[in-house]
């Protein structure tokens, strides 16, 4: 390659050697440096690699063009094309089998010298050897050769051994080629196709054309100027590319008209393209002058590929080097590992990393692909975070059915583990907002019912009366009176905080029993005191402290309650004041807050964050004057809506401030699924309209529908119609008559035929089961049933193989037409079919359409038949 830029080729099967043309050949062997220094005389490739030149080769002057022999054996013979057409068979090294020595030096000569251009070896018969020549008047340009035929020492013409420098007469020269094509034209590149061992891809002049050795008189060809560099995909045999200029086509050998997709022209010309032998679909592609290899993803190419749509492609870039890149080479095995040369012989080793495509699972699993490996991230077994994860807890939420208690509302915070206090303290208060709206509605039916949904804010805003906080003396005082001075709003918010139950009787008693029951002593006291039972609060202390999972310091804490004395220069308020922060109990802190403070001003216990919302908010319902609350209560709202406390739901209740609240919630934590039982709890119509809530809805069934749990999502939608009768959608598919093309079912249950009742077609639910054999509008009979013959619409008594446990769950009992057995079912590929329950009695225990002579694999063509709902496996 005399006067050119060198270039570069891997051994095929020697994965560690590599051959650079130029003036001359030399061999090198590549090396890992990773683990070992760097040797005297060697090149660095990379920050891993170094490579040691083996020999040097410059016995074949005039290089145009070289080919490695890709057969085992010899391991490094080379065919080196020459300015004057010649073919020499070189080597590099010494090769011990005796057999192929006579190979070397061997030269292939053609009638007429002229430059070879091109060399492709037989991948099949390793033997024969393909030349492209220029072009000559009187001579074929594509001359294959057998390099074992026998020689032909005759008396060469001296024009055509003229610049043969060095040749002696023991040269051995054969000048009959196997097969001469392509006569008057010239041949630019030329490929083996791998299908075939007599097929040959050849860009002439101004064609590429295929050479069908069993009959040389004909060629297929297309017109066309990029003939240049052809070379056919190795995993798709179909598959060429060729280039002219700057611009490279794709070819589909099936469809060689035109080619099947142009790639955008560069601005310089082309000097190689070469597909990647490690990686489906991945070509290379390098221009003049440049240092950056361009490559393109032809993974996603559909085949076949039709007439009018172009496969799409994914373009990249890379840059293996600073300086101009002469020529590059893929390694024949290691993957996306390439060699670089620039013009002054500079080497590279560079691997081309492919775009790592990361992939959630809806179960949290962590997949990504690289290359030709696929990594999963799995968790340890001992690693308990995965059971921290919001989408493994609404997944195992959803399993249990949560949300969806709409009678014992409460319960929710069960069915989700109950591990979480603000959800606890969410459901509890849905739970008596549902509770109170009910029993409002009961009393004054479309009076105050929606002013419970708008939470303690709206309520408190709506009080008339003017409650002034007062202190009273412990002696005196009857524990129920100052209850009883609340007005109505302030009464209705303690029950919302669950300090009273409904009804007229207002004692905190039962609260106070089942927060002793659950073993929380230190509320139940602190509650108690609020109601200013001291008596109850010391001896609910003492009962914690005697009891088994009690504290005994809450014997300490009752006998200093019992001194309590309203003198404000006593020993016991300075005490008290002094070391109460020193409680680690939030509820014991507040109590002797509650004991020292001065009249009216009680911000020791407002504003302790560790105290329940409720119980605060309860405090100052009692002991605030108007003005006071509705600062306080506003306060706590926007603090609650800042921090996304699901605890403020109290406050704000299902209005505007509870849909910004339960943003803030789940941006903080994801979840999806709490905001969208929350509000479809009891929302106003425009609150369920909102985008925000929307959004939050669609979202978890897309998640439900990921995890396929295809059941829970019905659920949940036949639950959010009940609580949002908008959000009913209206029917998308439905059973019509092949004649009139009405609506069979809807025919039945909305029009009846003259004026008769829905008993005639079956629907009241009568015991006669009366049939409708005819569609209701126009009275033309319908189908039969393949199996029973009867026609569709008559109601089955009973299905071979049939049972109760053939539905799953009777989701809506209301307004059915018929029971799923008796529902219409058919192929939309044979059109055959019949009741439901025969059916899938039926292909219980067979394939085929039940109607005689079709062979239609009716449940085989369902792709989704093989899908099972996951909501049964356990996690």
Known sequence: MSGTKPDILWAPHQVDRFVVCDSELSLYHVESTVNSELKAGSLRLSEDSAATLLSINSDTPYMKCVAWYLNYDPECLLAVGQANGRVVLTSLGQDHNSKFKDLIGKEFVPKHARQCNTLAWNPLDSNWLAAGLDKHRADFSVLIWDICSKYTPDIVPMEKVRLSAGETETTLLVTKPLYELGQNDACLSLCWLPRDQKLLLAGMHRNLAIFDLRNTSQKMFVNTKAVQGV???????????????GQVAIWDLRKFEKPVLTLTEQPKPLTKVAWCPTRTGLLATLTRDSNIIRLYDMQHTPTPIGDETEPTIIERSVQPCDNYIASFAWH???????????????????TVFERISLAWSPITSLMWACGRHLYECAEEENDNSLEKDIATKMRLRALSRYGLDTEQVWRNHILAGNEDPQLKSLWYTLHFMKQYTEDM???????????????????VKSSLGMVES??????????????QNLNEERILALQLCGWIKKGMDVDVGPFLNSLVQEGEWERAAAVALFNLDIRRAIQILNEGASSEKGDLNLNVVAMALSGYTDEKNSL????????????????????????TSETGSYDGV????KVAVRDRVAFACKFLSDSQLNRYIEKLTNEMKEAGNLEGILLTGLTKDGVDLMESYVDRTGDVQTASYCMLQGSPLDVLKDERVQYWIENYRNLLDAWRFWHKRAEFDIHRSKLDPSSKPLAQVF???????????????????????FSQYGVSGSPTKSKVTSCPGCRKPLPRCALCLINMGTPVSSCPGGSKSDEKVDLSKDKKLAQFNNWFTWCHNCRHGGHAGHMLSWFRDHAECPVSACTCKCMQLDTTGNLVPAETVQP
């Open 332 to 350: 024949p095995t290691s993957q996306n590992r390439m060699i670089v040369v620039t013009p002054n012989r500079t080497m590279s080793d560079f």
């Open 231 to 245: 070379t056919v995909d190795p995993y798709f045999h179909d598959r060429v590319a060729s280039f002219y200029e």
């Open 606 to 609: 407002l504003y302790e964050n």
């Open 441 to 459: 509605d009961q009393k004054s039916p479309g009076n105050k019912g929606s002013l419970v949904y708008a939470g303690i804010k709206s309520i």
């Open 735 to 757: 059973v019509s008559c092949n004649f009139c093309g009405k609506s069979i079912s809807y025919s039945c249950s909305t029009v009846p035929h003259q004026g008769r009742g």
């Open 470 to 483: 007062s202190r009273h003396n412990w002696s005196s005082l009857d524990k129920q009176s100052d209850i």
């Open 572 to 595: 016991w308020r300075e005490m008290c004041s002094t070391l109460r922060l020193q409680l680690n109990n939030p509820y014991l802190c507040v109590m002797f807050a509650f004991l």
